[in-house]
């Protein structure tokens, strides 16, 4: 079974850009989660969508967006780039949303590289 | 979400087992311990986890003592392409990822 494909995997973009980045889950997840990863920060949650909805947000400003779609497949969107959204972006799925066991176990994407200029 | 705390760094030799600790004195009962790695700059891989028994895959062991509040992660026989950072997460709706261990595995 392919695992989880984020594309683009690289990108640079310049301040005050926006960016689109993809997911796609592994066959038959349902559920999506993207995270950020930074040297200063470390890995931080985004959000999480089921069945096309968002269910939980971490603590990032409005610039930053998603959306799954009917097969499962997410986007998030960042807005009005700045210098410090320059990170590795990732994206989990797992058969189901909740707090563990084996219907919920993430599993990870490769990650998409963002450099913003 | 329940805090999690790991040493920041550990050494192990190539072949021997690596037995690296985690401390949750915070879990709660229906949360779960996961651990997952990270060899530089991968996407986070998962390797076990476990609710209150001990669990094994074929990556590794997990040993989680029986008040829950610390768990240890079991590597039988370390390999040079071990060598990541360790992050133990007590899972809530979301993993919510602390510094993890750096295990440099020495040949």
């Known amino acids: 079974k392919a695992g989880v494909t984020q594309t683009p995997r690289y990108l640079i973009k310049t301040r005050g850009q926006q960016v689109t980045l993809s997911c796609s889950p592994i066959?038959?997840?349902?559920?999506v989660s993207w995270y950020q990863q930074t040297p200063g920060q470390g890995l931080q949650f985004l959000f999480e969508?089921?069945?096309?909805?968002?269910?939980n947000k971490g603590n990032f400003p409005g610039r930053f967006s998603g959306r799954q779609f009917s097969n499962s497949r997410s986007e998030m969107n960042v807005s009005t780039l700045e210098l410090g959204d320059s990170a590795l972006y990732l994206c989990?799925?797992?058969?189901?949303?909740?707090?563990?066991?084996?219907?919920?176990?993430?599993?990870f994407g490769p990650g998409t590289r963002l450099l913003v200029l | 979400d329940a805090k999690t705390t790991q040493p920041t760094s550990m050494d192990c030799a190539e072949g021997r087992a690596a037995n690296l600790p985690c401390n949750h004195s915070?879990?709660?009962?229906?949360?779960?311990v996961y651990w997952y790695r990270q060899i530089h700059s991968q996407g986070p891989q998962y390797i076990i986890h476990?609710?209150?028994n001990n669990e094994t895959n074929e990556m590794a062991s997990l040993i989680i003592t029986e008040d829950r509040k610390s768990s240890t992660l079991i590597l039988p026989h370390a390999t040079l392409r071990d060598t990541a950072v360790y992050y133990c997460?007590?899972?809530?709706?979301?993993?919510?990822f602390g510094g993890g261990t750096r295990l440099m595995v020495k040949p």
């Open positions: 476990g609710l209150k």
């Open positions: 989990a799925s797992s058969l189901a949303p909740g707090q563990g066991g084996w219907q919920e176990t993430q599993y």
């Open positions: 915070t879990i709660s009962g229906n949360e779960y």
């Open positions: 997460i007590v899972k809530g709706n979301m993993l919510t």
């Open positions: 066959s038959g997840h349902r559920s």
């Open positions: 969508y089921f069945s096309e909805t968002q269910r």
